[in-house]
């Protein structure tokens, strides 16, 4: 008996383990564009839905039943004062922010992503690019505003995993995640000393995040409102390249994915005479409203950059494997009910091997 239980048990942990992988090797991704002007990106089993006139990004894995639906909204880029000693941004420090929401945006056609060396194509991409001015509402005006193509989301995904060189350092993207080439230009920074921050907002069914910093990982109630009250907690970032933020997963779902955001500790600055740099992006996270739903917001810190030049980071989104607690529960509840039967049963053959004698 003891050796039918450890079979069955094993094969239940399989099949889960089978059933949360979300790589699929070799998947081309394809892209269409719905009548409701939206993007639907997929890549092996990961669907990426981009609006059409907005940065907001909509992304679930495509064929799982009872799957959980992840929300990444690029949502505005603040000024932020660093006259009171601090390298993350914090609210009370903000000079200008240029909203998102308040401008248009284009998608390009699709286009094939070809390897640099070989010519071959390894991919496929298409860019979302800012297509009207973008105000910058600045607390000392006069008002200022990014022109169209000042920023552009230059989205990739690959035919199998791949290992790419992202600011000088080696990044792993696989074929259950988007990359995201983040490039901006022409900032119109009112001080050297100043920093700018992309803001990043995040939210899913069970909106909680775990965030694997260098002090370990950090669990996030988005489902709750910080206030204004609240400074934003500096993200220690961890000692790896990626830094990585994770959807969690509720504590009894149907889900074997779980859904991530990374992004590269570094970005990537030329200059107008094309010199190139690498420099250092640090972080901040808030768990707060905007408008009527709660998100994680979290802030990616960038240096000041001089005019000409352009900034270019290197996010990513995608899935990772989870545990399916609801088919684990049930399992294991079926698994239990199995083994008080073949207990019963085992119990009934000894009674029956060992008679009592008159």
């Given at each position: 008996?003891?050796r039918?239980?450890t ?8 099949a889960i383990s ?5 790589a699929v ?8 564009v ?6 639907i ?5 990961l669907t ?5 006139n907005v940065?907001?990004i ?6 799982e ?5 992840y ?6 880029l603040?000024?932020f004062?660093?006259s009171?000693g601090e ?9 200008a922010?240029?909203d998102?929401?308040?401008a248009t945006?284009t998608?390009?056609?699709?286009y094939?992503v ?9 991919g ?5 690019t ?6 910058i ?8 505003s990014?022109?169209?193509?000042d920023v552009v989301?230059v ?10 060189t992202?600011?000088?350092q080696?990044?792993t993207i696989?074929t259950?995640e988007?990359k995201i080439?983040?490039?901006l230009?022409n900032w119109p920074?009112?001080?050297?000393n100043d920093k ?5 907002n995040?939210h ?5 995040f775990d965030?694997d910093q260098?002090?370990g990982t ?7 409102d ?7 907690h500096p993200?220690?970032?961890a000692s790896?390249?990626?830094?990585n933020v994770r ?7 149907s889900s074997?994915?779980?859904?991530f955001?990374h992004?590269v500790?570094t970005?990537t600055?030329?200059?107008?005479s094309g ?5 250092l992006v640090?972080a901040?996270?808030?768990s707060e409203?905007?408008?009527?739903e709660?998100?994680?917001k979290?802030y990616?810190v ?10 270019v980071h ?5 899935l990772q494997?989870g545990?399916?607690?609801?088919y684990i529960i049930a399992?294991g509840a ?8 073949l207990?019963i049963?085992?119990r009934?053959?000894q009674?029956q091997?060992f008679?009592k004698s008159n």
């Amino acid at each position: 008996m003891k050796r039918t239980m450890t079979m069955l048990l094993g094969t239940f942990a399989l099949a889960i383990s089978v059933l949360a992988v979300p790589a699929v090797a070799g998947a081309v991704p394809t892209g269409s564009v719905d009548s409701s002007n939206r993007v639907i990106f997929k890549s092996g089993p990961l669907t990426g839905v981009f609006e059409g006139n907005v940065p907001h990004i909509t992304f679930y894995a495509t064929n799982e039943v009872g799957r959980t639906t992840y929300q990444l909204n690029f949502r505005a880029l603040i000024e932020f004062s660093t006259s009171s000693g601090e390298s993350t941004y914090e609210s009370p420090t903000m000079l200008a922010r240029a909203d998102f929401d308040s401008a248009t945006w284009t998608a390009s056609n699709f286009y094939p992503v070809r390897d640099k060396t070989t010519g071959t194509t390894i991919g496929m991409g298409f860019n979302f690019t800012l297509n009207s001015p973008m105000q910058i509402v600045q607390q000392t005006p006069p008002p200022q505003s990014l022109k169209p193509g000042d920023v552009v989301l230059v989205v990739k995904a690959y035919n199998n995993t791949r290992t790419i060189t992202a600011n000088g350092q080696s990044v792993t993207i696989n074929t259950a995640e988007i990359k995201i080439d983040f490039v901006l230009k022409n900032w119109p920074f009112a001080s050297l000393n100043d920093k700018l921050a992309l803001q990043v907002n995040m939210h899913s069914d069970y909106n909680h995040f775990d965030l694997d910093q260098g002090t370990g990982t950090t669990t996030v109630d988005a489902t709750n409102d910080e206030g204004a009250g609240v400074m934003e907690h500096p993200y220690r970032e961890a000692s790896g390249v990626e830094q990585n933020v994770r959807y969690a997963s509720g504590p009894v779902t149907s889900s074997m994915n779980i859904g991530f955001f990374h992004f590269v500790n570094t970005a990537t600055l030329t200059s107008a005479s094309g010199t190139t740099q690498s420099v250092l992006v640090v972080a901040s996270y808030k768990s707060e409203k905007d408008g009527p739903e709660t998100f994680l917001k979290l802030y990616l810190v960038y240096p000041y950059f001089a005019s000409g030049s352009t900034l270019v980071h290197d996010p990513s989104f995608g899935l990772q494997g989870g545990l399916p607690t609801l088919y684990i529960i049930a399992g294991g509840a079926g698994i239990a009910g199995l083994a008080a039967v073949l207990v019963i049963r085992h119990r009934h053959l000894q009674v029956q091997r060992f008679p009592k004698s008159n």
